[in-house]
């Protein structure tokens, strides 16, 4: 019995000894894990905080020039106020050459700040200030204005930006921001920003070129508590720079300040993890607390004993317990995976399937890890070709230049989903209108996954928008009115120069009939073959007058269309209207002036022969007389002669004018040209009744005339007369006839009258 005794207790003790050597390595091995995991976190923060700097540089890299509103606005949007991203700020360094310091503070001073310095004041070989520090209030307001390369933790750190054009941090400093209370250490991260939006190839040229550094300020116990939050109480964290000569400065200790934290017992878990942040090494030292809850192996180590302890049968039994159970956990396992593994397929093939959407992810750095049917479709690349590329390819060059690519990732991080649209690049290097949609990937701990990323070719709905628009602005534009009205002919719109020309604002006509703008002149036969010609034809087309608002009649050039449904169902009506008032105008006055002489206004031989014929055939059926009297100017000449030839326009705009005068409403006088004018005088009782108009006209164009120049002009006239019906039947043979009788008078000595008489002139 005893041997038996002594091998169990043997047995037990050796096994004892195993089982806590094998505990305490699943516990380390256990916190390793999450220490990594804690390791991870901080990372992604950084790359976050990176990204953030890129973005922002990328906006300098856009614009020749970013102004205090324009930083604020970006700055605002990326949200950094909310605090859970850690940052105190982000701002932009500029660099100033020592000959422009003093121009650059009075520039600054004329933005409204009249008290700005660039501190420390004191001569130095080269400058920089911060120039914009967003958000601009509270503790940030102390740095505005600080050159950050008068110390020289800081100045390292641009210096080696500066040459590496990659982002640097600083060693451990204490920020502008800090005042006596709650001082944590700090560090910042710069990246530069060079002229003309390019990275520099050589170190010289970059640091010809460099214009400033966007840079972010972290107070590290900040940044740390906001990343790690619950677990900082239950694992100590502790952050140090190294520099390269191995010299560690503490950047952040959880437990600073505190009394020695407990740990757990005599078990040494202590994990140091490096953490490369822009150039410099950070480690990372985890250590559990006492509250950490490390898994209780103990009751495995108890059981075990037992089991050593129990009979042979017992120890089947649990064996056999033991290994039930693992079959129906494998079994579940089994069973669940296949679940999983069909619902990923059925959702891969749905997406892979999917035409008219690009779907794609991107892995945390924009590369392309997956792409559907859609996609290549909308971009014409196939998955083979473009898996692995940087989804900066779909964008155009311009964007691309623009950082457009990595601020839409930026943005994505930061609230979660980025939208837009925009124009995007194919494979064959055409350009689509694109509505695009990124959602950052996160696993359950928060970390960044990647980006999915769905594309939709709106290329067509785009153009339709535009062609809207264009339609639009001419619809508003243009200088014909035009009414739009329902099938009842309602006015449904009217565009602003509907609303100049008819004097009605769109909302005086708005469901009235445009009735409304008859002028009465059209008789109701016009207005019914109107309607026909619409409803048949579909259109009409004519002159029509209408009445302004404010009463005038005006005539217009008006089409009305009508516009159909599917289904041949007039559903509107079109009207576009164009005000001829002017062109009518312009019509008449071309009539009058071919009617008329221009310098008298008297009618012309050509109305002259018209209004002869007119007369003549009336006195044919009236078998009245008529008479036509040729009259020419005495001693015209002389006139002009002796006092310029506008004087003698004077004097025969004078003499129409009194010739005019002198004669009856339906005689007419009219000038042939020269100091030449007919007469024709209707319904005369005889043909004494001509001389008598003769004599009458001789003696008033023997009264002087006087001219604008002051002088009198003594001129008179002689007259031809052939009378109707003896001396001619038409209008040409009573003129020539006139004309004849004309000569004979001037033979006769001037200043007298002769008639034709069939020839026999007396
Ligand atoms: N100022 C002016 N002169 C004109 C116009 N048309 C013609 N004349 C001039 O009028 C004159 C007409 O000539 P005549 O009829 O021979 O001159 P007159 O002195 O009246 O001679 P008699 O008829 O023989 O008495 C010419 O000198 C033309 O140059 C015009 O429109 N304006």
């Not at 129409?656 to 040209?673: I, K, M, P, S, W």
Request: hydrophobic share 40%; proline share 3%.
């Amino acid at each position: 019995m005893l041997l038996p005794l002594v091998v169990s207790v043997m047995a037990l003790a050796f096994m004892d000894f195993n089982l806590r050597r094998q505990e305490a390595a699943v516990l380390a091995a256990e916190f390793d894990t999450h220490a990594e995991k804690l390791n991870e976190r901080l990372r992604e923060r950084i790359r976050t905080h990176d990204e953030i700097l890129r973005g922002a540089a990328g906006l300098f890299m856009s614009s020749s020039r970013v102004t205090r509103q324009e930083w604020h606005s970006y700055v605002s949007a990326l949200g950094l106020e909310e605090g859970h991203v850690g940052i105190q700020g982000l701002g932009f360094a500029q660099r100033i050459p020592p000959q422009r310091l003093n121009g650059h503070v009075q520039s600054v001073r004329a933005e409204g700040f009249p008290d700005y310095e660039v501190t420390p004041l004191g001569v130095r070989d080269d400058y920089s200030a911060i120039v914009y520090l967003e958000p601009f209030y509270g503790r940030n307001l102390r740095a505005f204005g600080f050159d950050m390369m008068s110390e020289s933790v800081r100045r390292e750190a641009m210096l080696r930006a500066r040459d590496s054009a990659e982002i640097a941090y600083s060693g451990r400093v204490r920020l502008k921001q800090e005042s006596t209370v709650d001082v944590q250490a700090g560090v910042l991260s710069y990246l530069p920003v060079y002229r003309h939006g390019t990275k520099p190839r050589s170190v010289a040229q970059r640091r010809a070129d460099l214009l400033g550094w966007v840079y972010a300020p972290f107070r590290m116990r900040d940044m740390v508590s906001t990343v790690l939050q619950d677990d900082l109480k239950t694992v100590r964290v502790c952050v140090s720079d190294v520099s390269d000569q191995g010299v560690q400065d503490l950047l952040f200790d959880s437990h600073e300040g505190h009394a020695a934290p407990k740990t757990r017992g005599a078990m040494d878990l202590k994990v140091s993890l490096p953490l490369q942040v822009g150039g410099r090494t950070w480690h990372v030292q985890y250590e559990p607390l006492a509250s950490y809850p490390l898994s209780d192996r103990r009751i495995y180590r108890a059981l075990a004993m037992v089991g050593v302890a129990l009979t042979g049968v017992m120890l089947c039994a649990l064996t056999w317990v033991l290994l039930f159970t693992r079959q129906r956990a494998n079994a579940m396992a089994h069973d669940l995976a296949a679940t999983i593994s069909e619902g990923e397929e059925r959702f891969r093939l749905m997406v892979e399937g999917v035409k008219d959407y690009a779907i794609l992810m991107l892995d945390d750095r924009g590369m392309v890890m997956t792409w559907n049917a859609g996609a290549a479709r909308i971009k014409g690349w196939q998955a083979e070709e473009i898996i692995g590329q940087h989804f900066g390819r779909f964008y155009t060059e311009k964007d691309r230049e623009a950082g457009v690519p990595e601020q839409a990732l930026a943005t994505a991080l930061i609230t979660g989903q980025y939208r837009e649209e925009g124009w995007r690049v194919r494979k064959n290097g055409t350009v689509f209108r694109a509505s695009v949609l990124i959602t950052a990937m996160r696993d359950a701990q928060g970390h960044v996954k990647g980006f999915a990323k769905v594309t939709r070719d709106i290329t067509a709905h785009h153009e339709q928008e535009e062609r809207l628009r264009l339609a639009a602005t001419v619809f508003r534009s243009t200088q014909e009115g035009v009414a739009i009205t329902d099938a009842d002919g309602r006015v449904l719109v009217v565009n602003p120069a509907f609303e100049r020309v008819t004097e009605y604002t769109e909302a005086e006509v708005k469901r009235r009939k445009l009735s409304l703008l008859a002028s009465g002149r059209h008789d109701r036969d016009f207005f019914q073959n109107l309607w026909r010609d619409i409803t048949e034809f579909g259109s009409w087309q004519g002159e029509i007058w209408n009445r302004r608002k404010g009463g005038e009649i005006y005539p217009g050039w008006l089409t009305i269309s009508a516009v159909r449904d599917e289904g041949g169902q007039i559903v509107n009506f079109v009207g576009v209207f164009t005000d001829i008032t002017r062109i009518a105008h312009a019509e008449t006055q071309m009539e009058h002036l071919a009617h008329h002489d221009a310098l008298t206004d008297l009618p012309n031989r050509l109305l002259l022969h018209s209004r002869l014929a007119h007369t003549l055939e009336r006195a044919h059926r009236t078998e009245r007389i008529c008479a036509v009297m040729f009259l020419d100017l005495d001693r015209f000449k002389a006139v002009n002669d002796q006092y310029g030839h506008e004087a003698g326009d004077e004097l025969l705009k004078a003499a129409a004018q009194r010739l005019r005068l002198h004669l009856r409403e339906n005689d007419t006088v009219a000038r042939l040209g020269g100091d030449e004018f007919v007469i024709v005088l209707e319904d005369l009782a005889s043909v004494e009744g001509a001389e008598v108009v003769a004599r009458a006209i001789i003696e008033r164009l023997q009264q002087p005339f006087h001219l604008p120049g002051g002088q009198d002009a003594h001129i008179g006239c002689s007259v031809g007369i052939s009378v109707f019906p003896d001396d001619g039947q038409d209008g040409e043979t009573l003129i020539r006839h006139a004309d004849a009788a004309l000569y004979k008078a001037k033979e006769a000595g001037r200043g007298t009258w002769r008639l034709y008489r069939g020839g026999r002139v007396g």
